[in-house]
């Protein structure tokens, strides 16, 4: 068996986890945040088969999307100067995969 950890943008985990459940998949998730602009996240736990792994990360995969972000910033040393602008990649999904040795349900 796989464990997946992905980190996906709070604004897409109802998508991912609508295909992953539409797939036959369960997830187990939380809320979290991180990266340099400290947004708000989800991140999904999901067991599967080895042989369901490439299955599960294209869910993933084609369900995050990134997108890019303009932020104006201000000159703070001088008036005269214009604002400056910078862009961020936000979104997509980080993914982490490793062995899991076994998996028990508690009833």
Request: glycine residues 4%; charged residues 20%; contains cysteine.
């Amino acid at each position: 068996m796989k464990m997946i950890m992905a980190v996906v943008p709070r604004s897409e985990s109802d998508n991912v986890l609508h295909a992953l459940v539409s797939a036959g998949h369960t997830a187990t998730f939380t809320e979290s945040r991180g990266g340099m602009l400290r947004q708000a996240q989800m991140t999904l736990f999901i067991a599967v088969q080895a042989q369901d792994l490439e299955k599960v990360l294209d869910i993933i995969k084609n369900t995050c999307y990134s997108c890019v972000t303009v932020e104006s910033t201000k000159a703070k040393q001088r008036s005269d100067l214009a604002p400056e602008s910078s862009t961020s990649e936000i979104g997509g999904a980080v993914v982490f995969v490793w062995d899991m040795d076994r998996l028990e349900t508690y009833r």
